[in-house]
C-alpha cells in the first residue's frame, strides 16, 4: 500500500537535473509532493488530481500518470536550496487519507 | 495565521513511562492526521480523525497507542507503556474539506520522542 519511491539517494552538482519517481500498487485519486529539511517539517510542494496532469513550481516540476499509478517530479538546473528530502504521498480512489513513501534524500553539492 | 501546533517538541523518558503528545490543528480544519517518522518505515499513518471522529486507526501499531480527539482544536497521542522502539518523530496534521479535491495537509514541526 506505501507507494514506492526511487532513486532512495542522489548526489547532484549546482545546476543538474533530478528525477524522483513515485509508483502505487492500487489505483489513485491523487499524488502530493512534499520536500523536508532536516529537523523540519515537510512542506508541501504540489499536488496532481488528473491522470497526464503535470504541474511546475519554479524549476520544479511534476507529472501523473493514473493509469501507471506513478508520478514523476522533476528538479531542473538544482540549487543548493534543493537538498532535502522528498516525500510522494498517494491518496487512492474513494478514500481521503495520504500514504507517504520512504522518501528519496536529495543532496546538491556546489 | 498559526500553524499546526504541537508539544512538546522534544520528549526523553525512561522505558514503560507513558507519553502523551498534543495537537491544536489549523482553526477551521476538519481532519486530523498523526504520523510517525522513522528512518526505517520513512512517514506512517498512524490514525486520522475527521469533525473529531477518529476515522482510521490501522496504523496504530498497537494496543500501547491510542489517541483522542475531544474537541475540534485538539488532539492527544499517549503511549502506555512506552518502549525504546517508540523512538520517533511524530508528526500532527491537518487539513480542510479532504473529500475535495485540491486540499492539502500541514504538518506541525514534529514531537521528537526518545526512550531509554
Known amino acids: 500500500q506505501q507507494p514506492v519511491q526511487s532513486p532512495q539517494a542522489v548526489i547532484l552538482r549546482e545546476g543538474e537535473d533530478a528525477v524522483i519517481n513515485c509508483s502505487s500498487s492500487k489505483a489513485l485519486y491523487s499524488v502530493h509532493w512534499y520536500r523536508q529539511k532536516h529537523g523540519e517539517a515537510p512542506v508541501f510542494l504540489m499536488i496532481?488530481?488528473?491522470?497526464?496532469e503535470q504541474k511546475g513550481h519554479d524549476k520544479i516540476s511534476a507529472s501523473f500518470n493514473e493509469k501507471k499509478q506513478q508520478s514523476s517530479l522533476y528538479l531542473t538546473a538544482s540549487q543548493l536550496s534543493y537538498s532535502g528530502t522528498y516525500f510522494c504521498g498517494t491518496e487512492g480512489k474513494g478514500g481521503d487519507k495520504i500514504i507517504f513513501g520512504k522518501g528519496t534524500r536529495l543532496h546538491i553539492l556546489p | 495565521d498559526a500553524g499546526v501546533i504541537q508539544s512538546p517538541r522534544h520528549e526523553v523518558t525512561e522505558m514503560g513511562q507513558e507519553v502523551t503528545l498534543r495537537c491544536k490543528p489549523i482553526?477551521?480544519?476538519?481532519?486530523l492526521f498523526w504520523y510517525r517518522q522513522t528512518m526505517m518505515r520513512g512517514l506512517e499513518l498512524l490514525i486520522y480523525f475527521n469533525n473529531n471522529v477518529p476515522i482510521d486507526d490501522s496504523g496504530m501499531p498497537e494496543d500501547r497507542f491510542s489517541a483522542k480527539m475531544p474537541n475540534a482544536s485538539f488532539s492527544t497521542l499517549k503511549i502506555q507503556p512506552s518502549e525504546p522502539r517508540d523512538s520517533a518523530v511524530y508528526f500532527c496534521a491537518s487539513s480542510f474539506r479532504r473529500d475535495s479535491p485540491g486540499n492539502t495537509i500541514y504538518f506541525g514541526e514534529g514531537s521528537w520522542l526518545t526512550v531509554v
Open positions: 482553526s477551521g480544519h476538519d481532519y
Open positions: 496532481l488530481l488528473k491522470g497526464g
